[in-house]
């Protein structure tokens, strides 16, 4: 992104592969059932059905991944629906200052809102030109690239819109609460 910074954030090392990488069991996807919320501090919440959802105006970025864990693999190219999109129909309320994204079982991660409005953040359901696997997140994941992938929520459900920060499943388990990996802010004991 900056021409200050190296590609490369410290400590991390570049795979060529596709770690997978999650807690619990791959959730089932029934596209007749399935829905996307957007909740919260917002004007209009949302509810959309699988097919409303790839309905909407698709984008595709290229970008890189950064793991925790210390590997990172470079030009992904996603495709699904910009953050921007989906605050535009939702419309949070200026009070809205973080967001928790909701997946299936019991996985959530914060971010704060202004991480998600660069222009990199997206609601992802292809992958390298195929349909995103569900080991990957599929049908919908969370992508934000600036941040250590664990932000990057799979099997995304719900955006909830909140004018207080609250911690997801992994910042209230010891990982920092802001995760900028060019910052290695890895753990929450270094916040
Ligand atoms: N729902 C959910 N999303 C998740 C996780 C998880 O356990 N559950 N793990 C995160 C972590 S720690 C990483 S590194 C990335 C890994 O994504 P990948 O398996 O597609 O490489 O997903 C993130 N998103
Ligand atoms: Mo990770």
């Excluded at 919320?37 to 209009?44: H, K, L, N, P, W």
């Excluded at 959802?53 to 984008?59: E, G, N």
């Excluded at 030009?75 to 009070?95: H, Y």
Aim: aromatic fraction near 12%; glycine fraction near 6%; hydrophobic fraction near 40%.
């Amino acid at each position: 992104m900056s021409a200050d910074r190296p590609r490369l954030p410290p400590g991390q090392n570049l795979v060529t592969g596709w770690p997978v990488l999650h807690v619990g069991d791959v959730p089932a996807f029934d596209p007749g059932t399935w829905d996307f919320r957007i909740t919260g501090a917002v004007e209009s919440p949302i509810r959309l059905s699988w097919a409303e959802f790839r309905a909407l105006p698709k984008v595709g970025v290229t970008a890189d991944f950064h793991c925790v864990t210390s590997w990172s693999r470079y030009e992904n190219a996603w495709e699904g629906v910009a953050f921007r999109t989906l605050a535009e129909l939702a419309r949070p309320r200026p009070e809205a200052k973080f967001v928790m994204a909701i997946c299936e079982g019991d996985y959530e991660a914060n971010i704060p809102i202004e991480a998600l409005r660069r222009d990199d953040v997206l609601c992802a359901y292809r992958h390298d030109r195929r349909e995103l696997q569900p080991v990957h997140g599929g049908p919908l994941r969370l992508v934000v690239p600036q941040l250590y992938a664990w932000k990057s929520a799979k099997w995304l459900r719900r955006l909830d819109f909140m004018p207080r920060d609250r911690r997801g499943y992994w910042e209230v388990r010891g990982y920092h609460n802001d995760a900028d990996p060019w910052k290695e802010q890895r753990y929450s004991d270094e916040e």
